[in-house]
């Protein structure tokens, strides 16, 4: 089950984008990237995935580099509801009930 | 239900006391997981289902914690003989399979305080 690196902590201005980056270097080539975020006294909300190339949706914008040992979740026009703990975790078919959350970045977005 | 629904939200528990804590997946979710998260840390796993099989059980931190889902719908995770150290939050998510490209869905969680 291949870990995941954050930072603790990341500010970003509101209306600019915010870029979390992630550390997973022991990736296995079946598994795949996702990111979480968690507002106080919710539960984990699903983001994005990705499994080599970039995704995009509603939400945020997934780049993962040609290696796969690291990926950044973009959030294009960060808002102040954006703040929160922002977790990046790798799921596999055989350990996709398993994932390792660690900390997590938490992200405060300032007017 | 349109998402992951869990009961309760909030439970206090005197120490040594049994609870049982109900989690009911999205409609047709095989994978059924459940995570304990201690106060500034992330989910820890705890066990995972699919269908009713209980497939791993390796993140269970004592024998005083069992889980079970009977008819492989609805889930109860039961914490027997309460210890301060038990108090966190408990997650509950589903997804629709067991594949890693299926993304898991959480509830807003069980906050248990032994006191």
């Known amino acids: 089950d291949a870990k995941t690196t954050q930072p603790p902590s990341m500010d970003c201005a509101e209306g600019r984008a915010a870029n979390l980056p992630c550390n997973h270097s022991t990736i296995s080539g079946n598994e795949y990237v996702y990111w979480y975020r968690q507002i106080h006294s919710q539960g984990p909300q699903y983001i994005i995935h990705g499994l080599k190339n970039n995704e995009t949706n509603e939400m945020a914008s997934l780049i993962i580099t040609e290696d796969r040992k690291s990926s950044t979740l973009i959030l294009p026009h960060a808002t102040l509801r954006d703040t929160a703990v922002y977790y990046c975790?790798?799921?596999?078919?055989?350990?996709?009930?398993?994932?390792?959350f660690g900390d997590g970045t938490t992200l405060t977005v300032k007017p | 239900g349109a998402g992951v629904s869990q009961s309760p939200r909030y439970k206090v528990a005197k120490r040594g006391q049994d609870v049982a804590l109900r989690c009911d997946p999205i409609s047709g979710h095989v994978s059924l997981f459940w995570y304990q998260q201690a106060l500034g840390q992330g989910p820890e796993f705890l066990t995972y289902f699919q269908n009713e099989a209980q497939l791993d059980k390796s993140g269970l931190p004592s024998d005083r914690f069992f889980a079970e889902r009977p008819e492989g719908s609805v889930s109860t995770l039961k914490i027997q003989r309460t210890q301060q150290e038990d108090s966190a939050v408990y997650l509950c998510a589903s997804s629709l399979q067991q594949r890693g490209d299926t993304e898991a869905f959480f509830g807003q969680g069980t906050r248990l305080t032994v006191v």
């Open positions: 975790i790798v799921r596999g078919n055989t350990n996709a009930g398993k994932s390792t």
